[in-house]
């Protein structure tokens, strides 16, 4: 059975920062591009940040270039997201999700963690 548990969640002032983890389970980790999705509310799901296997392409959403980091662990098979600078913008709940080619849209990522909230507020 396909597991992804995400933690690292909570709320922060503006300028603070989260370490988002996603820790997989039931698949071979390694083999599978990763993604990092947000979900507001009555907006689209966005991605965020995506990582192929061995991490040699990754790319972000403009709105987080230089202060997201994405990377993986595929020894403890875990993909992690690295918040500096958060803004209130930022607020959603975040969620890892698993693709076959690091290619494909949001409809091709196959399992879905649960999500956990970030919350950027004074």
């Known amino acids: 059975e396909v597991q992804l548990v995400e933690s690292g969640g909570g709320e922060v002032p503006p300028g603070g920062s989260l370490r988002l983890s996603c820790a997989a389970s039931?698949?071979?980790?390694?083999?599978?591009?990763m993604g990092w999705y947000r979900q507001v509310p009555g907006l689209a799901c966005e991605r965020v940040a995506r990582?192929?296997?061995?991490?040699?392409?990754?790319d972000y959403t403009d709105s987080v270039k230089g202060r997201f980091t994405i990377s993986r662990d595929d020894a403890k098979n875990t993909v992690t997201l690295q918040m500096n600078s958060l803004q209130p913008e930022d607020t959603a709940v975040y969620s890892c999700?698993?693709?076959?080619?690091?290619?494909?849209?949001?409809?091709?990522?196959?399992?879905w963690g649960q999500g956990t909230q970030v919350t950027v507020s004074s």
């Open positions: 999700a698993v693709a076959l080619d690091y290619g494909l849209p949001i409809s091709g990522y196959t399992y």
């Open positions: 990582i192929n296997t061995r991490g040699s392409a990754i």
């Open positions: 039931g698949f071979t980790f390694s083999s599978y591009t």
